[in-house]
């Protein structure tokens, strides 16, 4: 078992910044990447951006040039997004991922992204 906590959200100005952290306990041995998924009302759940074991990242195209994801690379247990350059259609409930190498991934209870003026 895996327990995800997230943290970081906020109401944020167009053009703003915010920086999402996620904490993974428990069996963390058996991950084999951490990411981030959001979901707006009404649309479906997205990836955003993902790291993989050996450090490999993934981002959706919407993302690429203002997002970046990193992780604690001594624990390998924490993962964090810093989103510069928000936009109005970044606003979304914002869920951390780990994934392990065999069988369903957990997730968090999820953080809310409000980009607004």
């Known amino acids: 078992q895996v327990h995800i906590v997230e943290s970081g959200g906020g109401l944020v100005q167009p053009g703003g910044s915010l920086s999402l952290s996620c904490v993974a306990s428990?069996?963390?041995?058996?991950?084999?990447?951490l990411g981030w998924y959001r979901q707006a009302p009404g649309k479906q759940r997205e990836l955003v951006a993902l790291?993989?074991?050996?450090?490999?990242?993934?981002y959706s195209d919407s993302v690429k040039g203002r997002f970046t994801i990193s992780r604690d690379n001594a624990a390998k247990n924490s993962v964090f997004l810093q989103m510069n350059g928000l936009k109005a259609e970044d606003t979304a409930r914002y869920y951390c991922?780990?994934?392990?190498?065999?069988?369903?991934?957990?997730w968090g209870e999820g953080t809310q992204v409000t980009v607004s003026s």
């Open positions: 991922n780990a994934q392990p190498w065999v069988g369903a991934g957990y």
């Open positions: 428990g069996n963390i041995f058996s991950i084999m990447s």
């Open positions: 790291i993989f074991n050996d450090g490999e990242t993934n």
